[in-house]
Structures are given as structure tokens and as C-alpha cells.
């Protein structure tokens, strides 16, 4: 469900829009959470007030690490139809914690923030021992289930 508080639209978890001067402007990032190695693809999207497709002229998009880096900028670039595309490719140890993605256009500022982690994962097994017949006169079927 949307919600409006003065001029933000909170879409989901990992997507926010706003209206500013008549200009409806999203930064969409494919996950909030992205792990080290992975491919950080987002999407810069700009509807008029008739959320159509415009383009805003030159915009300038930057991504910065947690501890604030520049880790890539495209400056005065042109949206084309509305939409620009981008991606970064995540080191193997790149600076841990929040990033974000900020864009500049006609002296507005917006920017989608994105967590990396670095993903462990878990070390357990799953058992489960079930009898070695069922029937249909039976609605419940006993099962054991352990982790270790």
C-alpha cells in the first residue's frame, strides 16, 4: 500500500519516489541487500505529472560506498524515455554497510540507500524421518524433524 508524507511516495521496502515541481522521479535498486561479487542493478525513473515517460534533461548520478567513496558517477547524462539503467559490479571486498545512489536533476537531490553484507552460509543439516507407509485412513502423517 502507498503512502504519502508531504512529497515522498514510499513504494516498497527498496524502492521511494518523488513528486517535486510537477516531476514524479523513482530509484529503483533490484535488492536492499546485496552481498560482495554481485551485480548492483538499479534504475533511475522520471514521469511528468501525467506519469509519462519524460526525459529531464542532463542528470547526475553517483554511488558512494559506506564510508562515502565515489565508487562510480555518470555526469550530465540524458534519460532516455524516462529511464536510465545502471549497474555496478561488486568487488570481492568492497567497504561493508550502507551505500547509496544519488540523483541530481534540475537542482533537486534524491537518493536510495542499499546495504552490502557479506553472506555466511549456515552450517546445519536437516533430518527428517517420516514412517515408511501411509494410508488413507489416516488424516495425520507423524514426522520428526531435527536440525544440527
Known amino acids: 500500500m502507498s503512502q504519502f ?8 521496502h527498496n524502492e521511494k519516489a518523488c513528486v517535486s515541481n510537477g516531476w514524479f522521479y523513482n530509484i529503483i535498486v533490484e535488492w536492499i541487500i546485496m552481498c560482495v561479487g554481485e551485480l548492483v542493478q538499479f534504475r ?8 509519462r515517460p519524460k526525459a529531464p534533461g542532463a542528470v547526475d548520478i553517483i554511488v558512494k560506498d559506506s564510508q562515502q567513496n565515489i565508487i562510480k558517477q555518470w555526469k550530465n547524462t540524458v534519460i532516455q524515455r ?4 545502471g549497474e555496478i559490479q561488486l568487488s570481492q571486498q568492497p567497504n561493508l554497510g550502507d551505500w547509496s545512489i544519488e540523483v541530481t536533476a534540475k537542482n533537486q537531490k534524491e537518493s ?3 546495504t552490502i553484507a557479506e553472506y555466511v552460509l549456515p552450517k546445519f543439516n536437516v533430518d527428517i524421518n517420516l514412517p515408511t507407509f501411509g494410508t488413507f485412513n489416516s488424516s495425520k502423517i507423524v514426522a520428526r524433524v531435527r536440525a544440527t
Do not use: E, H, K, P
Not at 533511475?44 to 506519469?51: I, P, T
Open 112 to 114: 536510495q540507500q542499499f
Open 44 to 51: 533511475v525513473v522520471y514521469l511528468d505529472r501525467s506519469l
Open 5 to 12: 508524507a508531504i512529497s515522498m511516495l514510499t513504494l516498497t
Open 82 to 85: 524516462g529511464i536510465f539503467s
